[in-house]
């Protein structure tokens, strides 16, 4: 049994910043490939960024140069810093845990980018 729970996630000003968290247990962590996504409504689950085991970051156009995804396997937690966040930023932001082709998801927490 593989849980994730994320948490970080709240209501910020344009230009603001945020650290969102993701706490899994009940597995080996530094397996795992870790990634975020998110969800606006009406539109799909997107990518926002990944590290995987042993692998390097990725991130989708759209935050590079403002999101930094990092992981602590020592604490069994993945991390996204986001900076200069914007309006488009505000969805329900999603934890992912990947081993060998097994997603697992967290329940996800809410970002909301307003004035």
């Known amino acids: 049994q593989v849980q994730l729970v994320e948490s970080g996630g709240g209501l910020v000003q344009p230009g603001g910043s945020l650290r969102l968290s993701c706490v899994v247990s009940?597995?080996?962590?530094?397996?795992?490939?870790m990634a975020w996504y998110r969800q606006a409504p009406g539109e799909q689950r997107k990518l926002v960024a990944g590290i995987p085991s042993g692998g390097r970051e990725m991130y989708a156009d759209s935050v590079k140069g403002r999101f930094t995804i990092s992981r602590d396997d020592a604490k069994n937690t993945a991390y996204l810093q986001m900076n200069n966040l914007k309006p488009e930023d505000t969805a329900v932001y999603y934890c992912?845990?990947?081993?060998?082709?097994?997603?697992?998801w967290g329940k996800g927490t809410l970002v909301t980018v307003s004035s």
């Open positions: 009940g597995g080996f962590f530094n397996a795992y490939s």
């Open positions: 992912n845990a990947d081993l060998v082709g097994t997603p697992y």
